[in-house]
Nanobody, 126 residues
């Protein structure tokens, strides 16, 4: 499955953005999906994950109820709604897809994902 992330941009602290991840190729509904991010000079980190049927949702601790991951399999698209953004959220955000990741903590690790989007820049100004 090919992924394309979009929706990033420049926003003031406290603002909101909605990222989208459009999938093409293989059946999107067969894949678990996640969002990761990478800030300058830092390693890529897990943000949120969602199972194929949306029955399981997982978030990094730093999300603190501010972000919501979702998906629409009919549209082959995943989403990350980000509210109450902070300057520390500034990063390139990547969507990723893989299979059989909802076991233990497999969904947290980027090397378990087989398909990646190109990334979308999110910049939060103070």
């Amino acid at each position: 499955v090919q992924l394309q992330a979009s929706g990033g941009g420049l926003v003031q602290a406290g603002g909101s953005l909605r990222l989208s991840c459009a999938a093409s190729g293989r059946t999107f509904s067969r894949y678990d999906m996640a969002w990761f991010r990478q800030a300058p000079g830092k390693e890529r980190e897990f943000v949120a994950a969602i199972s194929r049927s949306s029955s399981r949702l997982y978030y990094a601790d730093f999300v603190r109820g501010r972000f919501t991951i979702s998906r629409d399999n009919a549209k082959s698209t995943g989403y990350l709604q980000m509210n109450s953004l902070e300057p520390e959220d500034t990063a390139v955000y990547y969507c990723a897809a893989g299979q059989d990741l909802m076991y233990g903590s497999r969904y947290e690790f980027d090397n378990n994902y087989t398909n990646w989007g190109q990334g979308t820049q999110v910049t939060v100004s103070s």
